[in-house]
T-cell receptor, first 114, second 113 residues
Framework: GAGVSQSPRYKVAKRGQDVALRCDPI?????LFWYQQALGQGPEFLTY????????KSGLPSDRFFAERPEGSVSTLKIQRTQQEDSAVYLC????????????FGPGTRLTVL | SQQGEEDPQALSIQEGENATMNCSYK?????LQWYRQNSGRGLVHLIL?????REKHSGRLRVTLDTSKKSSSLLITASRAADTASYFC?????????????FGTGTQLKVEL
């Protein structure tokens, strides 16, 4: 079946613009995660959803970052008033249920803030 | 912040040789996982070892875990050019009834023909 998809794959934004990144998890997967990966680094946890409930948002770097999953499937990560330090690859992952430890990752959205 | 560190940062070997990567982490874990990342296929799960296991095998992969030293190693035997990628260890820590992953800094493996 289809894997995790993300759109857009690439996004260039001017500093101060708002951006919205979309994630379509694998159908039926309960858990959804967002990670941020800076160049040359490992991914860093941003936030976690179980169905539509956002159970952990401890990794969001500032209140400019906001994520939602209103119907428990598609998720959107929104970044307001983008800054240059927001430039990174944003990865979405899903897993079958909260006990399933394997996470399936999407291809990521590469965000460049000029 | 990164949970762990991997060693070496970069590794270059010849096809057919074995590659060993090490990972150290800081806090108690439920399990430890290894992922591979390359530009072609993104981040892919390779193997999971639970905190009460010491060694696990999957095909050409062998993973060990020493919880007393908070360290793990990944061995790839008989490497192939297609194994060229970045390898990350990730520790699973509880959050909100599930597990979030905390990744290490990665090892860049290059397998040359």
């Amino acid at each position: 079946g289809a894997g995790v998809s993300q759109s857009p794959r690439y996004k260039v934004a001017k500093r101060g613009q708002d951006v919205a990144l979309r994630c379509d998890p694998i159908s039926g997967h309960v858990s959804l995660f967002w990670y941020q990966q800076a160049l040359g680094q490992g991914p860093e946890f941003l936030t976690y959803f179980q169905n539509e409930a956002q159970l952990d948002k401890s990794g969001l770097p500032s209140d400019r970052f906001f994520a939602e999953r209103p119907e428990g499937s598609v998720s959107t990560l929104k970044i307001q008033r983008t800054q240059q330090e927001d430039s990174a690859v944003y990865l979405c992952a899903s897993s079958l249920d909260r006990w399933d430890n394997e996470q399936f990752f999407g291809p990521g959205t590469r965000l460049t803030v000029l | 912040s990164q949970q762990g560190e991997e060693d070496p940062q970069a590794l270059s070997i010849q096809e057919g040789e074995n590659a060993t990567m090490n990972c150290s982490y800081k806090t108690s874990i439920n399990n430890l996982q290894w992922y591979r990342q390359n530009s072609g296929r993104g981040l892919v799960h390779l193997i999971l070892i639970r905190s009460n296991e010491r060694e696990k095998h999957s095909g050409r992969l062998r993973v060990t875990l020493d919880t007393s030293k908070k360290s793990s190693s990944l061995l790839i035997t008989a490497s192939r050019a297609a194994d060229t990628a970045s390898y990350f260890c990730a520790t699973a820590v509880p959050t909100g009834g599930g597990n979030k992953l905390t990744f290490g800094t990665g090892t860049q493996l290059k397998v040359e023909l």
